[in-house]
């Protein structure tokens, strides 16, 4: 079995500070990935950041930058420079060889950035 | 580059009833999954269409069935709707051909609520 868990249901941080959100992962499996995608009001899920887990560097988009902790199953993701336009649900997702394209998705984090 | 599109946006209907929802993945895209969020489940797998196969299907009633079409857009079908069927279904499409192909891209989704 698969599962995904975000502890925190919300989070702020103040405008330009630095935050992370948390994410722990099961999964049985040696390959896989891991993802965190931002829904914003609009609805729509984006993609943030994308971890492949054989490979041990941690990734980073730009601000996004994510640490991954493959023996404790933890890919935490760290928001620099916050701005108003990151304020949205953030959800980690998992996917592996078994389920294809299918995606095992935290019950998210709703992110304020405050003024 | 469209990206993909979801239709319609919001849709009300009688409990009862049947409903069918569309998705348009992006060009190129052969593989296109169905996701239903709600407050109280999250984002849950409802099934994966690749070159109008079902690949994958996640664990709801035979109330809910989808196709994909040699364009590869795809439907999904609500039939005898309850109202905890009411929830944002998301569509999500990817190119699709091995699992690591797995960059999904998600359209906006479809807000069904059924009175």
């Known amino acids: 079995a698969q599962t995904v868990t975000q502890s925190q249901p919300e989070m702020s941080v103040q405008e330009a500070e630095t935050v992370t959100l948390s994410c722990t992962y099961d999964?049985?499996?040696?390959?896989?990935?891991l993802f965190w995608y931002k829904q914003p009001p609009s609805r729509q899920m984006i993609l943030v950041i994308r971890?492949?887990?054989?490979?041990?560097q941690n990734a980073t988009e730009n601000r996004f930058s994510v640490n991954f902790q493959k023996a404790a199953k933890s890919f935490s993701l760290k928001i620099s420079d916050s701005q108003l336009g990151d304020a949205a649900m953030y959800f980690c997702?998992?996917?592996?060889?078994?389920?294809?394209?299918?995606?095992?998705f935290g019950t998210g984090t709703s992110l304020t950035v405050i003024p | 580059k469209a990206g993909v599109t979801q239709t319609p946006r919001y849709l009300i209907k009688t409990r009862g009833q049947q409903v069918t929802l569309s998705c348009s993945p992006i060009?190129?895209?052969?593989?296109v999954s169905w996701y239903q969020q709600t407050p109280g489940q999250g984002l849950q797998f409802l099934f994966e269409?690749?070159?109008?196969?079902?690949?994958n299907k996640g664990n709801f009633p035979g109330r809910f069935s989808g196709r994909q079409f040699s364009n590869s857009r795809s439907e999904m079908n609500v039939s005898t709707l309850e109202l905890g069927d009411s929830a944002l279904y998301l569509c999500?499409?990817?190119?699709?051909?091995?699992?690591?192909?797995?960059?999904?891209?998600f359209g906006q989704g479809t807000r069904l609520t059924v009175v």
């Open positions: 997702a998992l996917s592996n060889p078994n389920t294809g394209n299918q995606f095992y």
């Open positions: 999964t049985s499996e040696s390959d896989y990935y």
């Open positions: 060009s190129g895209h052969r593989s």
């Open positions: 971890q492949e887990a054989y490979k041990q």
């Open positions: 999500a499409s990817s190119l699709g051909a091995g699992w690591r192909d797995t960059e999904a891209f």
């Open positions: 269409y690749f070159s109008e196969t079902q690949r």
